[in-house]
């Protein structure tokens, strides 16, 4: 399979500091890829490698099936990107900033009606953009980023600082982008909740290295999944259970079982038939929240 970008042992040194340390990214045409790690994983690192804005200590990047450092300008032309804050002149209307960038990129003039309607800007466009609200202005950031017609799209952390409402409006519009624009988009966050809702694939990078990479499914199934029970006396059918063959631990007055949920049945009759009184009996299962976590406090690589 080729992969839009595809980054094959990619790092980067500061002196002797490794941000990034080989990585192998493959994002796949269409969709949202979401590149997740807490702060300082080096997510923006690698975004300033793929736009070609630092160059890698070791490694190749290719974009569109092309290495980036033989074909930079080609493969830039079809890539927008927005990373860190957009730069925008606040007593100019959010028309004429895009204007400017316009002529920057040679795009047609027909283009900035366009990109308005994908951001949802068009009632705001001759208003100062010192008015707009900080979700506005990440969406006039977006909307140059798409001056030019890109197929793909790299915004790094475009979330950052927004309200609630600015989160929702800038994750609607970036999961409408491959649907309705065919654009590819490559985002990158510290929160999880904010990326599960959007991508399809994701990245985690934990300092500098790539733990994980697959669907959102995919990473479930990393999670530890068994059944929970609550039984009394919980030392007696802890020590049934064991007897019996399971594998378990105490949590409070829970048991978690090390089996799968199918058993819940056979778990609850060995125990009620045992004389034990069972007051709860689920399938458990870790969170993705949880396997993020557990990944990126330092724990085992996936
Ligand atoms: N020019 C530089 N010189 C030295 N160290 C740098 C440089 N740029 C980044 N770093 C360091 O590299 C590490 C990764 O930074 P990077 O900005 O890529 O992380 P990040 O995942 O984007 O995090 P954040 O969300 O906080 O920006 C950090 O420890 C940062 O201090």
């Known amino acids: 399979?080729?992969?839009?970008?595809?980054?094959?042992?990619?790092?980067?040194?500061?002196?002797?500091?490794?941000?990034?340390?080989?990585?192998?990214?493959?994002?796949?045409?269409?969709?949202?890829?979401?590149?997740?790690?807490?702060?300082?994983?080096?997510?923006?690192?690698?975004?300033?490698?793929?736009?070609?804005?630092?160059?890698?200590?070791?490694?190749?990047?290719?974009?569109?099936?092309?290495?980036?450092?033989?074909?930079?300008?080609?493969?830039?032309?079809?890539?927008?990107?927005?990373?860190?804050?957009?730069?925008?002149?606040?007593?100019?209307?959010?028309?004429?900033?895009?204007?400017?960038?316009?002529?920057?990129?040679?795009?047609?003039?027909?283009?900035?009606?366009?990109?308005?309607?994908?951001?949802?800007?068009?009632?705001?466009?001759?208003?100062?953009?010192?008015?707009?609200?900080?979700?506005?202005?990440?969406?006039?950031?977006?909307?140059?980023?798409?001056?030019?017609?890109?197929?793909?799209?790299?915004?790094?952390?475009?979330?950052?600082?927004?309200?609630?409402?600015?989160?929702q409006e800038i994750r609607e519009l970036i999961t409408r982008l491959p649907v309705e624009q065919g654009i590819t988009v490559l985002v990158s966050s510290h929160i999880l909740k904010e990326i599960e809702l959007m991508a399809s694939e994701v990245g985690i990078i934990y300092k500098g290295e790539l733990l994980f990479q697959g669907s959102l499914s995919e990473l479930r199934s990393k999670g530890y999944s068994g059944i929970r029970v609550a039984a009394a006396p919980v030392e007696e059918s802890a020590a049934l259970l064991s007897r019996l063959g399971y594998t378990l631990k105490r949590d409070g007055d829970h048991l978690l079982i090390d089996a799968p949920s199918e058993r819940i049945s056979t778990i609850n009759q060995d125990l009620v038939l045992a004389g034990f009184r069972v007051s709860h009996l689920s399938e458990s299962k870790e969170s993705l929240e949880d396997i993020f976590l557990n990944m990126t406090r330092g724990g085992e690589s996936w």
């Open 1 to 167: 399979m080729s992969f839009l970008v595809e980054t094959k042992h990619l790092s980067k040194s500061f002196k002797s500091f490794y941000p990034v340390k080989g990585i192998d990214l493959k994002v796949k045409r269409g969709g949202v890829y979401g590149f997740l790690g807490p702060n300082g994983a080096g997510k923006t690192t690698t975004i300033r490698m793929l736009l070609g804005l630092i160059q890698p200590t070791q490694g190749t990047i290719s974009i569109f099936g092309k290495d980036v450092r033989k074909h930079r300008l080609e493969i830039l032309n079809k890539v927008g990107s927005m990373v860190e804050s957009p730069s925008y002149y606040g007593h100019l209307s959010g028309y004429e900033n895009l204007e400017i960038v316009r002529k920057l990129r040679g795009a047609a003039k027909r283009d900035i009606g366009h990109v308005l309607g994908i951001v949802r800007l068009q009632e705001w466009q001759h208003k100062k953009v010192k008015t707009y609200s900080l979700g506005m202005k990440q969406r006039l950031g977006i909307a140059q980023a798409l001056l030019g017609n890109p197929e793909l799209l790299i915004l790094d952390e475009p979330t950052n600082g927004l309200d609630p409402a600015g989160i």
